[in-house]
């Protein structure tokens, strides 16, 4: 089997609540397969492939994998590609054998998890070609599906991006909504460095608000949708006391400009919040 760990992640406790959510498991009538327990018999084996039918950039098969041994503990699995591999059309990603009505069972909710991980690496990786700028880096944002947030994260670094907070607690973001309740960009920054916060990420929309930031200790500064003409002139202004990221606007379009202005960082927050699921089909034959 497999080994898949994330920090934060339960594996376990995410496989057995999504096969719970899908059999109903607490709900009248609920907790089991009524289609494969009706219609396949109980000792039935079934083999099976899992390939790509676009091109693709893997994620998740590690997790897939953990679906289909939770409920046929014997099943035989072999993967065929790793997470990070570019699939052509066609690709075989897994191939299985088991129980029949496990595998059924468990086929929604693996291949949900691929076609959704493999999607937002796919995305990514489109642009990071885009991009095309080894010195800059693109990064996700906290714009994910709740509970699946380690593993969309996850999926962004297989597509060659790194990722920026993880959540609320390991670093500052102040943004305009807690500016105005402090005040000034400079007071919420102030207020932060007084808290002991280490990572303060400060974002300005105009010009004016860079000296204030960085003056009251911000450590890294958010350049909010400023067109490429502005974000090199701020780039100017900030003369690399702190990193810069380039936020707002950035498409497949406009993400190559932008990050040649000099910004250390982009940030795309679409990665994960929009990312299509990727074409990926299981095809089983009884045996």
């Not at 760990?5 to 594996?11: C, V």
């Not at 990603?93 to 086929?107: C, D, K, V, Y």
């Not at 490429?228 to 606007?249: F, N, Y």
Request: charged share 25%; net charge negative.
């Amino acid at each position: 089997m497999t080994t898949f760990t994330l920090p934060g992640f339960d594996l376990d406790r995410f496989v057995g609540g999504t096969l719970a959510e899908d059999l109903g498991e607490g709900l009248p009538g609920g907790g089991h397969d009524v289609t494969s327990e009706s219609v396949i018999p109980a000792d039935a084996r079934f083999a099976g492939v899992m390939d790509s039918r676009d091109p693709i950039v893997v994620a998740g098969l590690p997790v897939a994998e953990a679906f289909f041994r939770a409920l046929d503990p014997s099943a035989e699995i072999e993967l065929l590609a790793q997470d990070g591999d570019v699939a052509a059309p066609g690709t075989d990603l897994m191939r299985l054998t088991g129980n029949a009505r496990a595998l059924l069972t468990a086929e929604r909710s693996a291949l949900n998890t691929v076609q959704h991980l493999s999607g937002i690496a796919t995305m990514v990786r489109e642009y990071v070609t885009a991009m095309d700028n080894a010195d800059c880096t693109l990064l996700d944002t906290r714009k994910t599906i709740p509970g699946l947030r380690h593993l969309e994260k996850y999926a962004t670094r297989q597509g060659g991006a790194s990722n920026h907070r993880m959540g609320l607690w390991d670093a500052a973001m102040i943004k305009d909504n807690h500016v105005a309740v402090a005040g000034s960009v400079g007071e919420a920054v102030r207020r932060a460095v007084a808290a002991g916060v280490k990572e303060i990420i400060c974002e300005v929309d105009r010009l004016d608000q860079i000296e204030p930031a960085l003056e009251a200790g911000a450590t890294r500064l958010l350049l909010d949708n400023m067109e490429p003409d502005t974000l090199r002139e701020a780039v100017g202004m900030v003369a690399d006391r702190v990193p810069t990221e380039a936020s707002g606007g950035i498409n497949l379009d406009t993400i190559k400009a932008k990050a040649a202005t000099g910004v250390q960082f982009v940030s795309v927050g679409r990665l994960t919040q929009s990312a299509p699921a990727a074409d990926i089909g299981l095809d089983f034959t009884p045996l």
